[in-house]
């Protein structure tokens, strides 16, 4: 239940501090004194969007903070989410700042919107006059026929396994897409790849084979070369003859001998020069078929640099890898394909079954489901009124494949859809009846309605009021009305009143005694001029 609501700089509310009791809470007002502002700020907990333009004028933001009873399915949401919930409460706080920009807490613990919006929705249920008009969307009608049927769990596996299928479905889609797109281009993809792979390409051949051929292309030049080198380098009997008179001298020069020694030393090194020349003329191709075939290797591994528009080996190796990457892929693609398909079938059997299930849970359901909201709208005055619940095929979604259609006659004649035949205040009863269905099958503990008894009066308001009573003998109820027979019923009775402040109009909230709740459902029953008759009447209606 809530306990407690502050609200700061909201609209016409500078500060609020309230504290509210167990049971039916009725909150009355003149018209303009700010009920709806109540009810704004709290919209503001169940992730409403955020509007600075409702910030209290010279205020930087607003602040609404509520503290709610918790309970063990709460605390295993927060458990998920690891938000502490000591003293078994949960404290709710939105924070709207004039940029428009808003934050959101649990138990001061930063949080989503989505997830204050998942956790609202298990403490609160907010009726505003506008949501009559939910009576005519079909999966409002089929989520209270799934919580009269108890089928909820059902109901969510049945979500999950459509998520599921339609995320696998998507896949097989997007898999498939590829897999053609590949097999448009694999007659291509395979050419290149042989080619490539043909070329036997190997890092660093192009530059080996640019030396060769320059080397053979010149290799007239170059042997006349050897033969100039080598004929000015044949030195070999000089320098023996040189190292012999050294060696003499050295008899009676002891530094001639070093001398001797080095002369040894660079005949060897010419010698070893000769070998090395005598070596690579004899080794150097003259081969025109040589020349040949290295020329044509080139122009091979050149025009597929060209083609591909890179300047590497390495990079041409790359290509090549790119291309063995794509009809490998296609090969993997055809394998996923089939376990794709194999899986979506799966999941689509499982979701078929759940839907079915689901199906029997609501047709079973539906025509008690009827008669009992048939009743509870007949004990309101209308009499006569019949209610009929229309399960029919539709097409398959994430809530099976059932279409659901409420119908609606106010009298003995046929029933017609329910948004199309409904007064005002038939919807209204309608409604209250419902809500007070899924207050018990949900388990809400709190509810709020906003003035569901518009366009009833008399006896079907005390009636309504009647129901509402009953209602929070099992849970917290917030009633805001304008009928005198719903607001006598309360445990507890607050008024919402506007005045001036320091030249501003404000509204503030207040728990009536019992003195001041007999005057205020006087004025409710006679309007701003209260008489004794009134005073007699609110009296009388309170002792009831």
């Not at 018209?31 to 930087?60: F, M, P, Q, W, Y």
């Not at 004649?413 to 409604?431: F, P």
């Not at 501003?504 to 009536?512: A, D, G, N, Q, W």
């Amino acid at each position: 239940m809530l306990r407690s609501l502050h609200v700061e700089n909201y609209v016409l509310i500078d500060s609020l501090e309230v504290q509210f009791p167990q049971g039916l809470i009725i909150i009355t007002g003149q018209t303009g004194a700010g009920k709806s502002i109540l009810l704004g700020a709290l919209s503001l907990l169940t992730g409403a969007k955020a509007d600075a333009s409702v910030i209290s004028g010279g205020a930087d933001s607003l602040i609404v903070e509520a503290v709610f009873d918790s309970s063990p399915e709460l605390e295993d949401i927060l458990e998920k989410e690891d938000i502490p919930c000591p003293d078994r409460e949960i404290i709710i706080r939105r924070v709207v700042f004039a940029s428009g920009r808003s934050r959101s807490f649990i138990n001061d613990c930063p949080v989503s919107v989505g997830l204050l919006g998942e956790l609202s929705s298990l403490l609160i249920d907010i009726h505003s006059q506008h949501q009559n008009l939910l009576l005519a969307r079909s999966d409002f009608q089929l989520g209270l026929l799934d919580s009269f049927a108890r089928c909820e769990d059902i109901a969510s596996s049945c979500r999950r396994a459509w998520a599921e299928y339609r995320s696998l479905e998507k896949e097989l889609e997007q898999a498939k897409a590829q897999l053609q797109d590949l097999q448009a281009k694999r007659d291509y993809n395979q050419a290149q790849y042989e080619q490539l792979s043909a070329a036997k390409i190997k890092v660093g051949e192009i530059e080996e084979l640019e030396l060769e051929q320059k080397s053979l292309a010149n290799a007239e030049q170059i042997k006349e070369q050897y033969a100039i080198a080598g004929g000015l380098l044949n030195l070999h009997q000089q320098l023996r003859d040189a190292q012999r008179a050294l060696e003499k001298a050295g008899r009676f020069v002891p530094a001639m001998q070093e001398l001797e020694s080095r002369v040894e030393s660079a005949r060897i090194e010419i010698d070893d020069i000769l070998g090395e020349i005598e070596n690579a003329d004899a080794s150097l191709d003259v081969s025109k078929e040589r020349l040949d075939a290295l020329e044509e290797r080139l122009g091979l591994l050149y025009s597929l640099e060209r083609k591909h528009n890179v300047h590497s080996e390495e990079e041409l190796l790359e290509i090549l890898q790119q291309y063995t990457d794509a009809l490998a892929r296609g090969d993997n693609l055809e394998f996923s394909i089939d376990e794709l398909e194999k899986r979506c079938l799966q999941a689509k059997d499982t979701y078929g079954k759940l839907a079915e299930e689901l199906h029997k849970a609501r047709a079973a359901a539906a025509p008690e489901l009827a008669r009992t909201l048939e009743a509870r709208i007949r004990n309101l005055e209308l009499d006569k009124a019949r209610f009929e619940v229309e399960i029919s095929k539709g097409e398959s979604s994430e809530n099976g494949y059932d279409k659901v259609c409420y119908k609606f006659s106010s009298n003995s004649g046929s029933c017609v859809e329910l948004a199309k035949c409904a007064s005002g205040g038939e919807m209204s009863r309608i409604m209250l009846c419902i809500k007070e269905l899924m207050a018990r099958y949900r388990n809400m503990p709190t509810m709020i309605f906003d003035e569901i008894d518009t366009g009833v009066s008399g006896s079907v308001a005390h009636k309504m009021g009647k129901m509402i009573c009953d209602m929070g003998a099992y849970m917290q109820v917030f009633a805001i009305t304008h009928l005198p027979q719903v607001a006598a019923r309360g445990q507890a009775h607050f008024l919402v009143s506007k005045f001036e402040r320091n030249g501003r109009t404000v509204s503030s909230i207040s728990r009536l005694d019992s003195e001041a709740r007999i005057q205020e459902i006087a004025r409710m029953l006679s309007g701003e001029s209260i008489t004794a008759e009134s005073l007699a009447n609110a009296k009388s209606l309170l002792e009831q």
